[in-house]
């Protein structure tokens, strides 16, 4: 009798083993089947392309001429990680209460908080949009994984998703900043930011602007600065769709970093 029962025993947690292992099978496959979901929204296109796991940029890109993004700028072109939004959302809200702080001190300040609250911002995933590039060259060819996935692991079962905006070549350059509102002025050969200052109209620049340096934020995220001042006056490119900068100068201890969040918030604004 008691072999019996101890037969029984061993019968039920031999059942209740398998029982919750199986379970763990389940759970891990349905966690690995949500996590290998991506999908990437082209919305110049107006078409979404989904995949049952992760593909690589290549992928991507190839799907998205199949389906009619032909001929797009590669220095325009935009991903950003759906993921990540809270990273981008938490550097407008920072930079707008500086701005806002820095108005109670100097009022013409509110013309750049409109203008930057007037921009979509999306959390940038900077890589090369170059299809030839990235076909090329692997380390060009990333997996599209989140980076928020990739640095916390407790969200690895959100489903990926990217927007790619693949548009074609601008025409013309965005100016913002120390100014009264931002203006679009038509893309110049071979221009310089002194060829685009004087197109703007007499007296627009804020009497905190900075008089001898600039920012010119590339479309493809990359960051120069440019000295424009007749003593300090240097040649520099600047790509169809870049957005220029006016700094504040000589900001007070407490905004030193002002200037920067904004170039780095710009950095992730939707070029359309």
Not at 118 to 140: G, H, M, T
Not at 255 to 262: M, R
């Amino acid at each position: 009798m008691k072999s019996l029962m101890k037969f029984g025993k061993r019968a039920a947690l031999a059942s209740l083993f398998s029982s919750l292992f199986l379970s763990s099978v389940a759970n891990a496959l349905s966690l690995e089947q949500k996590t290998q979901e991506l999908s990437v929204e082209l919305p110049v296109q107006g078409i979404t392309l989904k995949y049952s796991q992760p593909v690589r940029l290549e992928q991507v890109l190839g799907d998205a001429k199949a389906n009619g993004a032909l001929g797009y700028f590669p220095l325009s072109a935009q991903l950003f990680d759906r993921n990540a939004q809270q990273e981008v959302d938490t550097l407008k809200a920072q930079v707008i209460e500086q701005l806002n702080q820095l108005a109670l001190q100097e009022p013409q300040v509110k013309s750049v908080i409109t203008q930057l609250e007037s921009f979509e911002y999306q959390a940038r995933y900077f890589v090369d949009l170059d299809r030839n590039a990235v076909i090329s060259q692997p380390e060009k060819n990333p997996l599209l994984l989140s980076k928020d996935t990739v640095l916390e692991g407790d969200k690895s079962n959100q489903a990926q998703r990217f927007d790619l905006y693949l548009t074609q070549r601008a025409t013309d350059l965005t100016l913002v900043g120390a100014v009264k509102q931002a203006h679009k002025l038509k893309l110049i050969e071979h221009g310089q930011l002194d060829n685009y200052l004087s197109m703007l109209p007499e007296g627009e620049l804020l009497d905190i602007a900075d008089k001898s340096i600039a920012f010119v934020i590339q479309p493809d995220g990359h960051v120069d600065e440019v000295s424009y001042a007749y003593w300090n006056s240097k040649q520099a490119y600047f790509a169809p769709g870049a957005i220029l900068f006016i700094a504040f100068d000589s900001l007070p201890s407490e905004f030193s970093t002002l200037n920067q969040n904004i170039i780095e918030l710009l950095r992730h604004k939707v070029n359309l």
